[in-house]
């Protein structure tokens, strides 16, 4: 197995499921807890749900075992694995913020941070897209 395995998992045809329904069904499939063991993220600009195992999971087989598991065949939900990327974008970030502090932010590795390769900025969004030297940093 890839240490470089990603740790987040993606849930998409989500419609037939709620929140709590697919918090419950990982739960059930993974014999881990919300909060405690995995969180989980509603992205609804791309109507998916991300799920990120908190404690060591094998997450390619937690997938296989979604797509095995009776209830997640009947609503037609599917799980793949997140795919590394090297950039994130930042909300609700205050328009004074300079493009050196957020480097600085996200260059720490206290923060899970990593070297930082470019930074733009969307004061008039609050929004700043961070784009790192590879895809292990992940503030």
């Known amino acids: 197995k890839s240490a470089e395995t990603s740790p987040s998992v993606v849930f998409?045809?989500?419609q037939g499921c709620n929140l709590k329904c697919l918090s419950m069904l990982v739960e059930s499939i993974s014999r881990m807890a919300v909060d405690d063991?995995?969180?989980?993220?509603?992205?609804?600009?791309?109507?998916?749900?991300?799920?990120t195992f908190i404690k060591s999971i094998d997450t390619e087989e937690f997938v296989k075992k979604c797509s095995q598991n009776k209830r997640v065949k009947e609503l037609k939900i599917t799980a793949r694995l997140l795919e590394s990327t090297r950039s994130i974008k930042a909300e609700n970030v205050p328009a004074s913020v300079s493009k050196g502090c957020i480097i600085v932010y996200f260059q720490s590795p206290r923060n899970g941070g990593g070297p930082v390769s470019d930074v733009q900025l969307f004061p008039e969004k609050n929004v700043a897209i961070i784009t790192f030297c590879d895809h292990k940093g992940k503030a």
Do not use: Q, S
């Open 12 to 14: 998409e045809n989500i």
């Open 37 to 51: 063991d995995f969180t989980v993220e509603v992205i609804p600009e791309r109507n998916v749900v991300v799920a």
